[in-house]
């Protein structure tokens, strides 16, 4: 079974800082990765597909990046309304396994 | 506007059955796959289930498998979740959403519900 990890699991930054959170797959995912923002009592959001594709409606400083076993999801700019948490997914098999989520706090 | 609506999440006693529902709107729904997915209090997320647009193939995690059966009814844009020999691991928000691109099984998940809470307790 492919496995995802995340870092950082935490991260505390302040608005208008850029912000990169990593996931990595345990063996190679080609692009089919997609990531994911949760608020507190919502549910998650479609933010990046095929590990690069903005979901339409997405604000263009998240960005995604990265192929096979290592991905990069950037946040340009910080907003106030970008702390959350983001997870990322493989879409290369039948388990859609998620990592285990970065927390982005305010600093 | 398109939209996912879960119902049906209760308390239940450990070794019970329930059926969680989903109803879409918005949206063709016989064109797109649709999937479960749950979230323990405090916790990350968990895919637990898959179902084609025809509802011809279907797919389960291994926490889930041989217990749940995923099915959907497209004459009433609805998906449901049967979950039998409920323990208290199963305790959770439990979402359904949609299948981003046409008849894709493999794709990201681009519309979810709000969730309906499952709660596995004695």
């Known amino acids: 079974d492919i496995q995802l990890t995340q870092s950082p699991s935490f991260l505390s930054a302040s608005v208008g800082d850029r912000v990169t959170i990593t996931c990595r797959a345990s063996?190679?995912?080609?692009?089919?990765l997609a990531w994911y923002q949760q608020k507190p009592g919502k549910a998650p959001k479609l933010l990046i597909y095929a590990a690069s594709t903005l979901q339409s409606g997405v604000p263009s400083r998240f960005s995604g990046s990265g192929s096979g076993t290592e991905f990069t999801l950037t946040i340009s700019s910080l907003q106030p309304e970008d702390f959350a948490t983001y997870y990322c997914?493989?879409?290369?098999?039948?388990?859609?396994?998620f990592g285990p989520g970065t927390k982005v706090d305010i600093k | 506007e398109v939209q996912l609506v879960e119902s049906g999440g209760v308390v239940v006693q450990p070794g019970g059955s329930l059926r969680l529902s989903c109803a879409a709107s918005?949206?063709?729904?016989?064109?797109?796959?649709m999937h479960w997915v749950r979230q323990a209090p405090g916790k990350g997320l968990e895919w637990v289930s898959l179902i084609s647009w025809d509802g011809g193939s279907t797919y389960y995690a291994d926490s889930v498998k041989g217990r749940f059966t995923i099915s959907r009814d497209n004459s009433k844009n609805s998906l449901y979740l049967q979950m039998n020999s409920l323990r208290a691991e199963d305790t959770a928000l439990y979402y359904c959403?949609?299948?981003?691109?046409?008849?894709?099984?493999?794709?990201?998940?681009?519309?979810w519900g709000q969730g309906t809470m499952v709660t596995v307790s004695s």
């Open positions: 063996q190679g995912i080609s692009s089919y």
């Open positions: 918005g949206f063709t729904f016989d064109d797109y796959a």
């Open positions: 959403a949609k299948g981003r691109d046409y008849i894709r099984r493999l794709d990201a998940f681009d519309i």
């Open positions: 997914q493989q879409l290369n098999s039948y388990l859609f396994t």
